[in-house]
Structure formats: structure tokens, C-alpha cells
């Protein structure tokens, strides 16, 4: 099950209060930059921070290479900038889908 548009917009890292990849395949949200998984479990976002799952080394790297291949859907909401998503990653220059700059809603062409 997808997670709708409107939340996607809303969503952050209960930690950081930064923008978080989606990744509906796997039914995650993911934030790079710390390191923690916060699952979604029958449409509902787990997003409590004692809920986070810490990611180690391998299963990041797996993340990242999905995210190299556009298999994830940027989450946004509060600066609104790619960058917000990807500091201090390896992507953090990289264009995800194609996208220069905002992106707001789930990515569909899968």
C-alpha cells in the first residue's frame, strides 16, 4: 500500500525534523543521514523516535544504490530542497529522478 501524496508532503525525521527517502517497494522511510529506518506497517508510518531501526553499513549501502537507480521517492517537507533529504550522503550532488530541485509527491512512474 502506498503512502498518499498529502502525507508524503508532511512527513520528516522525527530526530532531525529533515526530509526522509520513501521507499514503497520496501515500505520504509529512510533518513540517510542517521541512519535509521522507520517502518510502515498496514499504511500507518512508524515515526516515533524510539521506533527508529538503526541501519547498519551494508543495508545503508543497499539504500543508497536504490536511491542511484531512482527506486525511492524524495520526502521534503520542511525546506523543500533535495539537499535537505541527502546531506552529508553520497548522493548529496546527485539528482534523484531527475529532480534539480523540490519534489513534493510520490514519484508513480515506476
Known amino acids: 500500500m502506498a503512502l498518499e501524496d498529502a502525507l508524503l508532503a508532511i512527513?520528516?525525521?522525527p530526530i532531525d525534523k529533515h526530509g526522509l527517502l520513501y521507499f514503497a517497494?520496501?515500505?520504509v522511510l529512510y533518513n540517510p543521514r542517521l541512519r535509521r529506518?522507520?517502518?510502515?506497517?498496514?499504511?500507518?508510518p512508524l515515526m516515533l523516535p524510539r521506533q527508529a531501526v538503526p541501519v547498519p553499513e551494508e543495508e545503508h549501502?543497499?539504500?543508497?544504490?536504490?536511491?542511484?537507480r531512482g527506486e525511492v521517492t524524495m520526502i521534503t517537507a520542511g525546506s523543500g530542497f533535495q539537499?535537505?533529504?541527502?546531506?552529508?550522503t553520497d548522493l548529496a550532488r546527485q539528482?534523484?529522478?531527475?529532480?534539480?530541485?523540490?519534489?513534493?509527491?510520490?514519484?508513480?512512474?515506476r
Open 61 to 68: 549501502n543497499r539504500l543508497m544504490k536504490c536511491a542511484r
Open 83 to 88: 539537499a535537505d533529504v541527502l546531506a552529508g
Open 95 to 109: 539528482p534523484v529522478h531527475g529532480q534539480p530541485g523540490p519534489v513534493h509527491q510520490h514519484d508513480r512512474a
Open 25 to 27: 517497494d520496501d515500505a
Open 11 to 13: 512527513l520528516v525525521c
Open 37 to 44: 529506518l522507520y517502518r510502515i506497517e498496514d499504511g500507518i
